[in-house]
């Protein structure tokens, strides 16, 4: 896989030039209803994030915002060697970590979603294209409020998660954006909102990842929407080269997740670390159940080929292959059915 940079940015902007299509659409009278029904849907769940979260609460990430259990030593030798102070700044530093990625992942997003209405062809798909650009748009600026506000300070990206971004920003197909980013990075990022939102002891957090997981239970519709029927008709070549891309986007996710810049920043050997999270069977169970959202969206576009089953087998991930969430509208009227108080958030 080919990107611009897998180094950090060394400037505050970082501005590259692009090639992109753009695609008017002049056929109002369309006929797909799933995807205007998706944006009657987002037009009626906007948010105000000034409104909706109380952002008075106190957060000690010191005391713990989430369990132990989501940190990769935990459990292990190296975990028990650390004294109360260790253990406090490591959770600290381990949520800011985590969410800083949020927060940059929530950038590209925007930037992708915003070439998406440029190149996407029907109509139904710019219309609801642009309310995911104001969906990313505020969860920007939740993340980097709580980051900001409540722990102080952010990461810079993530190499790995840096490569993916550059690459769907880089590509002027509109369906590899709408694979990379609303397939594979939203993918990831539900599956992950969804341990913080059913384990998170801070309120705070917890209620501004509901509801960013509101928005990206639809985000992730759209790219399902969108490609099954883009995909019905690809040759041999073209579905072999996005098979390609999604498995090294697994890869590379699979990568990023190896938590280097904690251990570094808080005095842990980072090989020492990553070893003992390999080897932690709570870590790789938290680990590969991240990718439990991609791999049966990936089987419904038709991306999962006898090569490709055998790569996810490699890599511990193809065990969801017949998840449910597949069913796009599934997701939809569960987080709706949530949202109304008529079912519990699923545990």
Request: charged share 30%; aromatic share 8%; proline share 4%.
């Amino acid at each position: 896989m080919t990107a611009l940079s897998h180094l950090h940015p060394t400037q505050p902007v970082e501005a590259f030039d692009v090639p992109m299509s753009v695609a008017y659409n002049w056929e109002y009278d369309t006929p797909r209803r799933r995807l205007s029904r998706l944006y009657e849907n987002a037009k009626r769940d906007q948010w105000n994030s000034t409104e909706r979260l109380d952002w008075s609460i106190d957060v000690d990430p010191e005391k713990g915002l989430v369990p132990d259990a989501g940190i990769g030593i935990y459990g292990t030798p190296m975990w028990e060697r650390l004294d109360a102070k260790q253990i406090e700044h490591l959770r600290k530093e381990a949520i800011t970590w985590q969410l800083s990625q949020f927060l940059h992942g929530e950038q590209g997003a925007l930037l992708a979603t915003a070439q998406i209405v440029d190149a996407v062809p029907w109509f139904e798909g710019k219309q609801y294209g642009a309310t995911q650009v104001m969906d990313e748009a505020r969860h920007v600026e939740v993340y980097r409020r709580y980051l900001l506000e409540k722990l102080g300070h952010e990461y810079p990206v993530n190499d790995q998660l840096k490569a993916l971004l550059d690459q769907i920003l880089v590509d002027s197909r509109w369906d590899m954006k709408f694979l990379g980013m609303q397939i594979i990075v939203e993918g990831l990022a539900l599956a992950a909102f969804g341990v913080i939102r059913d384990t998170a002891t801070c309120p705070l957090l917890r209620d501004l990842t509901t509801a960013v997981m509101e928005d990206e239970s639809r985000h992730v519709a759209f790219g399902v929407l969108s490609l099954r029927e883009f995909y019905e008709d690809l040759n041999e070549a073209d579905r072999t080269e996005r098979e390609e891309f999604v498995y090294e986007a697994c890869v590379l996710m699979r990568d990023r997740i190896s938590n280097r810049e904690v251990w570094e920043a808080v005095g842990l050997d980072p090989e020492e670390c990553i070893a003992e999270s390999d080897k932690s069977e709570l870590a790789k169970s938290f680990r590969y159940r991240l990718f439990s959202k991609i791999v049966p969206n990936v089987k419904s576009l038709g991306l999962l080929s006898e090569k490709q089953r055998q790569r996810f087998h490699a890599l511990d991930i193809l065990q969801y292959e017949d998840g449910t969430t597949s069913d796009v509208d599934q997701d939809i009227e569960e987080e709706r059915r949530v949202r109304a108080g008529e079912i519990a958030a699923p545990v």
